[in-house]
């Protein structure tokens, strides 16, 4: 994110999450062509985000792509559910096992499926997706390297607004409760008003950071299952 067009891509992304599911598969869009551009050395590797057909379809893929890839571990956990309603305990909790291991599978595989259908055109995910663990395993060491720095960048896009938010929260309280200046209605006016707007630079924040770690995470990925050399002709 050191780059100029990297931030702006990061600020429009976020502008672009205002519109909320549209926003968000403009984002995943937007991945998909920072890893094409990284995998083929085409500059700049982070281009100008703007609203365009092909940005958002490619968004919709790889929205089909994590929602087909998690639907087998949900739908066995709502089966799991259904069969503990029954009380049929054994089958409930075999269930779910199952779940939890599909689960876990689609989240370790699903960004080298992602990746490589950008990249490569390769549609592995959605033919064979259990294949993909073979060239996860070539550059394993690679791979759980992008996964740490990927989750990392996911836990303080989370973890950052929240604690920002508890913090003002518990200010605000606290300020409340021990001046007795503010219990009047119009103190506590301006009250609600600073607590409206904490909360919408909080959630700027969120969006900025959710953003940056999306792009972290495609970067990182391209990076541990490419080398982060250009595999074709560069495009300047």
Same mark, same amino acid.
């Given at each position: 994110? %050191? %780059?100029?067009?990297?931030r702006?891509g990061?600020?429009? #992304?976020?502008l672009?999450l &205002? /519109?909320?599911l549209? #926003?968000?598969v403009?984002? &995943? #869009? $937007?991945?998909?062509?920072?890893?094409?551009? &990284?995998y083929l050395?085409? +500059?700049p590797?982070f281009?100008?985000?703007?609203w365009s057909r092909?940005?958002?379809?490619?968004?919709?893929?790889?929205w089909?792509v994590i929602a087909i890839?998690? =639907?087998?571990?949900?739908?066995l956990?709502?089966?799991?559910?259904g069969?503990?309603? @029954?009380?049929?305990q054994?089958l409930?909790? #075999?269930?779910?096992?199952?779940?939890?291991l599909?689960?876990?599978a689609?989240f370790l595989?699903?960004?080298a499926?992602?990746t490589r &259908?950008?990249?490569q055109?390769?549609?592995t995910?959605? /033919?064979a997706?259990?294949?993909l663990?073979?060239?996860v395993r070539?550059?394993l060491?690679?791979?759980?390297?992008a996964?740490?720095?990927a989750?990392s @960048?996911?836990?303080v %896009?989370?973890?950052?607004?929240?604690v920002?938010? @508890?913090?003002?929260?518990?200010?605000l309280? /606290?300020w409340?409760?021990?001046?007795? @200046?503010l219990?009047?209605?119009?103190a506590?006016? =301006?009250?609600t008003v600073?607590?409206?707007l904490?909360?919408l630079l909080?959630?700027v924040l969120?969006? +900025?950071l %959710?953003?940056?770690a999306?792009q972290?995470?495609?970067?990182a990925? /391209? +990076?541990?299952? $490419?080398?982060?050399?250009p595999?074709?002709k560069? +495009?300047d």
């Amino acid at each position: 994110m %050191s %780059s100029p067009q990297a931030r702006a891509g990061v600020l429009r #992304g976020a502008l672009a999450l &205002l /519109t909320l599911l549209p #926003g968000w598969v403009l984002n &995943l #869009g $937007y991945r998909w062509d920072v890893a094409t551009r &990284l995998y083929l050395g085409t +500059v700049p590797t982070f281009p100008p985000l703007r609203w365009s057909r092909r940005v958002v379809r490619q968004g919709l893929v790889v929205w089909g792509v994590i929602a087909i890839s998690l =639907s087998p571990g949900a739908v066995l956990a709502l089966l799991g559910g259904g069969a503990r309603l @029954a009380r049929a305990q054994a089958l409930a909790q #075999g269930l779910w096992l199952l779940a939890g291991l599909l689960l876990l599978a689609a989240f370790l595989l699903v960004p080298a499926g992602m990746t490589r &259908l950008g990249c490569q055109g390769d549609r592995t995910v959605f /033919t064979a997706p259990w294949r993909l663990w073979r060239p996860v395993r070539l550059r394993l060491g690679a791979y759980l390297y992008a996964w740490c720095i990927a989750g990392s @960048a996911i836990a303080v %896009s989370l973890a950052v607004p929240a604690v920002l938010g @508890a913090a003002g929260w518990l200010s605000l309280w /606290t300020w409340v409760h021990t001046v007795p @200046a503010l219990r009047p209605p119009p103190a506590l006016h =301006s009250i609600t008003v600073l607590e409206g707007l904490a909360f919408l630079l909080n959630t700027v924040l969120f969006f +900025v950071l %959710s953003v940056w770690a999306w792009q972290v995470a495609g970067y990182a990925f /391209t +990076v541990a299952l $490419y080398g982060g050399y250009p595999q074709g002709k560069p +495009v300047d």
